[in-house]
């Protein structure tokens, strides 16, 4: 098992920034890939950025330029630094983590109890 849990949302005007902080505990030597989901009120939850253990990030296309994700794997945390924050990123952000292999929403996926960011004027 894998616990994850989550600091660092809260309101910002836009234009603003936020950082996320995550970090794991438990059986973490199997983690593979870290990052993180949002869910916004009447939406799916959509995949904002991940980071592989190897380092390969990847990011939504709506996110791109503004968030920047960052993982150190000898502490088991992952970070998301959010810059230009805009009124459509207001959602709750999930962190979440899976072993290679596996996929987030898979049996061995682990998530955290998720922290709400809220960007308003």
């Known amino acids: 098992q894998v616990q994850l849990v989550e600091s660092g949302g809260g309101s910002v005007q836009p234009g603003g920034s936020l950082r996320l902080s995550c970090a794991a505990s438990?059986?973490?030597?199997?983690?593979?890939?870290m990052g993180w989901y949002r869910q916004a009120p009447g939406k799916q939850r959509e995949l904002v950025a991940r980071?592989?253990?190897?380092?390969?990030?990847s990011y939504a296309e709506s996110v791109e330029g503004r968030f920047t994700i960052s993982r150190d794997n000898r502490k088991y945390t992952v970070d998301l630094q959010m810059n230009s924050l805009k009124p459509e990123d207001t959602a709750v952000y999930y962190c979440?983590?899976?072993?290679?292999?596996?996929?987030?929403?898979?049996?061995?996926?682990?998530w955290g109890q998720g922290t709400q960011v809220t960007v308003s004027s």
């Open positions: 438990g059986r973490t030597s199997p983690i593979y890939m």
């Open positions: 979440y983590a899976h072993p290679w292999g596996q996929t987030a929403m898979g049996p061995y996926g682990s």
């Open positions: 980071c592989t253990s190897g380092g390969t990030e």
